[in-house]
């Protein structure tokens, strides 16, 4: 039998066998600041006889920079933008890049004060995250000496690298997906009518109903909010309003429980009766739904690493494309829309 061929040796692999971090045995075998002397000897000896030899990649992306990139957001306790961040730094750090993670809070003095610091940082890179909402943010401009990446919510100048999740996709999506399983009364709960995520979704949807001889119905009120008050109250109104109704696309996966309650309170059946469906793929609600739900995961922490993926092709000379690159999402189906005797995630 042939040999297997060797696996290559990983930084991880020299950091385990000399007992430190993969931060420490990068800097210590960049010669990097902060690591004592025993230790980067140490490191230096393990990695040789390991037979260690860094990527090209990581030596090209290194050569003559910080080995910093730093990551400015508005919402560092937003429930999107943390898997958008650990995408981000799980790439980074693959790659053998530092993080420097600043919170604006929503505060526009603040965010320049931030950024005139990371730039005395000497970053060599710079992934802006966005907050709770999708719309189009400021720019930055475009005089900065580095590459910039807008994540989740885009810059509203076209000549900027933004990349965002596909909310219109995703309505199409769960449209195609209850039509599929046989519904054709389908109902939008939409949330904060201002928010381009809530009507995008809901073109979507309306798009792909359209192609396949369906209409959406949506609720009877321009006004709604994420609330699952909110939640309630629209399902209430549409049912009373179309009583044949056959499946529900909430905007959210809070207003998609809205409808549950609503549902069993007036003895209709999940999924027998009324399909139900989500967005977002939250797992805290998803999973403890009875029945789970069925939601559009937006693959948050994917883009995450999307958006550091295109500070490395910068970083490595490469021409990366201005303009929003909206990311593909998907349908995880469970037990609000096909039971879990056919259903798979």
């Excluded at 100048?157 to 009364?185: F, K, Q």
């Excluded at 996966?253 to 007036?266: E, S």
Aim: hydrophobic fraction near 45%; aromatic fraction near 4%.
């Amino acid at each position: 039998m042939a040999d297997r061929p060797r696996r290559e040796v990983t930084l991880a692999d020299v950091a385990r066998a000399a007992g430190v971090s993969k931060s420490t045995a990068s800097k210590a075998l960049r010669d990097k600041y902060g690591v004592g002397a025993d230790t980067r000897t140490r490191v230096r000896e393990v990695a040789e006889k390991l037979g260690f030899r860094p990527s090209a990649v990581a030596r090209q992306l290194t050569a003559g920079r910080t080995g910093t990139v730093g990551i400015l957001t508005n919402d560092l306790e937003g429930r999107f933008v943390i898997p958008i961040l650990a995408g981000a730094e799980d790439a980074l750090g693959a790659g053998e890049l530092s993080v420097i993670l600043c919170d604006a809070r929503g505060d526009a003095i603040r965010e320049r004060r931030h950024l005139r610091t990371l730039l005395e940082r000497r970053i060599d890179g710079l992934i802006v995250v966005g907050g709770a909402r999708t719309e189009p943010r400021p720019s930055l401009g475009r005089d900065l000496p580095l590459p910039v990446v807008y994540a989740y919510a885009p810059s509203a100048d076209p000549e900027d690298v933004s990349v965002a999740a596909d909310d219109r996709l995703g309505g199409l999506l769960a449209a195609e997906h209850l039509w599929s399983i046989g519904r054709r009364s389908i109902a939008y709960i939409g949330g904060d009518p201002t928010y381009d995520a809530s009507r995008e979704r809901a073109e979507g949807a309306r798009a792909a109903l359209a192609a396949l001889g369906g209409e959406l119905i949506t609720a009877p009120m321009s006004a709604g909010s994420w609330t699952e008050r909110w939640g309630r109250l629209a399902t209430a109104r549409l049912l009373d309003e179309q009583p044949g109704i056959d499946a529900f696309i909430a905007a959210s996966d809070m207003l998609a429980r809205a409808a549950l309650d609503v549902l069993r309170d007036r003895r209709l059946r999940v999924p027998d009766d009324v399909a139900v469906m989500g967005f977002d793929n939250w797992p805290i609600i998803v999973t403890n739904t009875r029945p789970e739900l069925t939601s559009v995961d937006l693959g948050l922490q994917e883009l995450g690493r999307y958006a550091a993926s295109r500070i490395f092709a910068a970083l490595s000379g490469e021409e990366v494309a201005p303009g929003l690159d909206l990311r593909p999402v998907r349908v995880v189906v469970r037990d609000s829309t096909v039971r879990n005797d056919v259903a798979a995630d």
